[in-house]
């Protein structure tokens, strides 16, 4: 099990990218929380398998249709594995 902060910059506010974060997360079976950040840009921080979170690391580039993500930056995080216990929208 492994647990990332992703901190996604670009366009990633006002177009459906929690959202699109918390389907995928739910689909690869992570747990963890995506949130907005005061500064436009959108955290995520994911727990599970690592091919769960390398797929979503992909997905956090490419982003939903209307977004535009120019960086994803990526901090490997300890893991704790009772602290979270869903993926949730926060």
Do not use: W
């Not at 840009?41 to 490419?62: F, H, K, P």
């Amino acid at each position: 099990m492994t647990t990332v902060q992703f901190i996604v910059e670009g366009k990633v506010q006002g177009v459906g990218f929690r959202r699109f974060v918390l389907h995928h997360a739910h689909r690869l079976n992570l747990r963890g929380f995506v949130c907005n950040l005061e500064d436009g840009e959108v955290e995520c921080i994911a727990q599970g398998s690592t091919d769960s979170v390398t797929e979503l690391e992909m997905l956090l580039r490419q982003g939903p249709l209307h977004s535009t993500v120019s960086n994803v930056i990526v901090k490997d995080l300890e893991t704790e594995p009772r602290r979270y216990t869903q993926f949730r929208i926060v």
